[in-house]
């Protein structure tokens, strides 16, 4: 099983629609996360961080539940420019938390 | 803005050369790292480095070395390039810390012939 696990997609939505993404772990000792997007030939950049219970930010909303070891990211109000992957990261425990341990990412295509 | 700066967008190679990616960063990070993104495999770590002169092998380090010679800079070696070495390759760095996240250059996209 791999550390950090993400549902490929691809999501297809209309503009507009609400989308949500769900990213697991499985290191329980992990502390911070974080979203990331990532355009087609281009490099991952930084979406949100989430450190606590969650973070929002405009049309953006990322939720941590570590209970269940799982983040997600909730996008409303989906605009052409979302589509995108969507790339999930884990940060490691103290002993080992210089590096993210990454998910494969999430296809988003929105369309008109 | 921290930039993460990549010596090339666009390389290409031929099989058995020995090739250098460079990475260079503007931000004083302690920590830098290398991987490689190909389709369905998501972004697998080469290799890192946490201090000046240090190095530790990521998930894939066969085929590859690194050299660290000043904070700044992270350079990517491969030794004889193979045609399975074509990919895309990403630098990244990050401060110290849990809460600190990874800044990307813009990769390097690598053809071996």
């Known amino acids: 099983r791999k550390e950090v696990e993400q549902d490929p997609g691809p999501f297809n939505v209309p503009e507009g629609a609400t989308v949500a993404f769900n990213c697991t772990y499985s290191?329980?000792?992990?502390?911070?996360f974080f979203w990331y997007r990532q355009d087609c030939r281009k490099e991952p950049k930084l979406l949100m961080s989430?450190?606590?219970?969650?973070n929002e930010d405009g049309r953006f909303t990322a939720q941590l539940n570590r209970a269940s070891q799982y983040i997600s990211l909730l996008i409303r109000d989906s605009k052409l420019s979302d589509s995108a992957t969507y790339l999930c990261?884990?940060?490691?425990?103290?002993?080992?938390?210089?590096?993210?341990?990454w998910g494969l990412g999430t296809s988003l295509a929105v369309n008109p | 803005d921290v930039k993460v700066t990549q010596s090339s967008r666009y390389l290409v190679k031929r099989t058995g050369e020995k090739v250098f990616l460079e990475c260079v960063q503007d931000?004083?990070?302690?920590?830098m790292f290398w991987y490689r993104q190909d389709p369905g495999l998501g972004l697998r770590l080469i290799y890192f480095?946490?201090?000046?002169?240090?190095?530790e092998k990521g998930d894939i380090p066969e085929g590859y070395s690194v050299s660290r010679e000043k904070k700044e800079r992270f350079s990517l070696i491969l030794e004889s390039a193979s045609t399975n070495q074509t990919s895309m390759y990403l630098c990244?760095?990050?401060?110290?810390?849990?809460?600190?996240?990874?800044?990307f250059g813009q990769g390097t996209r690598l053809t071996v012939v």
């Open positions: 290191n329980s000792a992990s502390q911070s």
């Open positions: 989430v450190y606590s219970s969650g």
């Open positions: 990244a760095s990050s401060g110290g810390g849990l809460g600190t996240e990874a800044f």
């Open positions: 480095s946490y201090d000046v002169k240090m190095k």
């Open positions: 931000m004083d990070h302690e920590n």
């Open positions: 990261a884990a940060k490691g425990n103290a002993g080992n938390n210089r590096k993210l341990i």
